[in-house]
Nanobody
Framework: QVQLVESGGRLVQAGDSLRLSCAAS????????MGWFRQAPGSDREFVTA????????NFADSVKGRFTISRDNAKNTVYLQMNSLTPEDTAVYYC????????????????WGQGTQVTVSS
């Protein structure tokens, strides 16, 4: 059974940094590209970033470029989302996803999803 478990979400202030983690089990982690999405109240789920299976390629939504980074540790079956210069507009539930490629993740064809972790940024 595949599980993606996000952690690290919490209440922070504008300008703060936060790192989210997503621990994967039940799949061959290094075979999958990994990504992060978010969903704010009343909004659709939106793509944030993705990383290739080997960590050499990444892709970001324009709204987070230059502020967020994604990385992975295949030995630990974990993907990370480092978020800097947070703003209230970053408030959302953040979801981890696994898929065949960065582009399959970005364009809505993820194979697996986590349950999400709440990030709240106060002004």
């Amino acid at each position: 059974q595949v599980q993606l478990v996000e952690s690290g979400g919490r209440l922070v202030q504008a300008g703060d940094s936060l790192r989210l983690s997503c621990a994967a089990s039940g799949l061959t982690f290094s075979n999958y590209a990994m990504g992060w999405f978010r969903q704010a109240p009343g909004s659709d789920r939106e793509f944030v970033t993705a990383i290739s299976w080997n960590g050499l390629s990444t892709n970001f939504a324009d709204s987070v470029k230059g502020r967020f980074t994604i990385s992975r540790d295949n030995a630990k079956n974990t993907v990370y989302l480092q978020m800097n210069s947070l703003t209230p507009e970053d408030t959302a539930v953040y979801y981890c996803a696994a898929g065949g490629s960065i582009y399959s993740i970005r364009y809505g064809n993820s194979d697996y999803w986590g349950q999400g972790t709440q990030v709240t940024v106060s002004s």
